[in-house]
Nanobody, 126 residues
Framework: VQLQASGGGLVQAGGSLRLSCVTS????????MGWFRQAPGQEREFVSA????????YYVDSVKGRFTISRDNGKNTLNLQMITLKPEDTAVYYC????????????????????WGQGTQVTVSS
């Protein structure tokens, strides 16, 4: 399966962006999905995850109430709506897929994902 992330850009603090990740090769309903981010000089950080049918979602505390993860399996698309962006949200954002059969536990661990997109840059200016 291939993942293609898009939607990043430059935005002022307090602004909004919507990231998308399109799955190709196999239907996205076969995968639990997640978003991670990596700022310069820092390790990759978990942001949010959603299970294969969208019934379960999970967020890192720093984005709760500001970010919303969703998916449309009919369009093989994963989304991350981000509002009230802060400079500390600046990073390259990566989407990732985990085989559904492997479950949803420990969705915040990057090593639990099988496939990764190429990343999209989000820059929030103060």
């Amino acid at each position: 399966v291939q993942l293609q992330a898009s939607g990043g850009g430059l935005v002022q603090a307090g602004g909004s962006l919507r990231l998308s990740c399109v799955t190709s090769g196999r239907t996205s309903s076969l995968y639990n999905m997640g978003w991670f981010r990596q700022a310069p000089g820092q390790e990759r950080e978990f942001v949010s995850a959603i299970n294969w049918n969208g019934a379960l979602t999970y967020y890192v505390d720093s984005v709760k109430g500001r970010f919303t993860i969703s998916r449309d399996n009919g369009k093989n698309t994963l989304n991350l709506q981000m509002i009230t962006l802060k400079p500390e949200d600046t990073a390259v954002y990566y989407c990732a897929a985990r085989e559904k059969r492997r479950g949803f536990a420990n969705a915040d661990l990057a090593n639990n994902y099988d496939y990764w997109g190429q990343g999209t840059q989000v820059t929030v200016s103060s």
